[in-house]
């Protein structure tokens, strides 16, 4: 079983910022990809930001120049540095670990989701 333990959202004026943590533990073979995926009342499950593996990022295009991603190099935890929010930034964040369960299974990992809320 795979575990994600999400932390550092909260309440920031606009302009503000936050960063999110994200801690995974448990029976993992070998990691695939960590990101963030956001998801407002009324609204779908967005992904946000994306590490692979082998570096590579992938960010929607309303959070470029303003978010980053990174990772530790055991790839057990994500970070998502979030700077310049704007109130449509508000939702709530989920941590996602795709990862290989053995040599052919790979599963996807969600966390419990923490709230960010940007208002003045």
């Known amino acids: 079983q795979v575990q994600l333990v999400e932390s550092g959202g909260g309440l920031v004026q606009p302009g503000g910022s936050l960063r999110l943590s994200c801690a995974a533990s448990g029976d993992i073979f070998r990691p695939i990809a960590m990101g963030w995926y956001r998801q407002a009342p009324g609204k779908e499950r967005d992904l946000v930001a994306r590490?692979?593996?082998?570096?590579?990022?992938d960010y929607a295009d309303s959070v470029k120049g303003r978010f980053a991603i990174s990772k530790n190099n055991a790839m057990n935890t994500v970070y998502l540095q979030m700077d310049n929010l704007k109130p449509e930034d508000t939702a709530t964040y989920y941590c996602n670990l795709r990862y290989y369960s053995d040599y052919v299974t790979f599963l996807d990992a969600w966390g419990q989701g923490t709230l960010v809320t940007v208002s003045s």
């Open positions: 590490v692979t593996a082998g570096q590579s990022t």
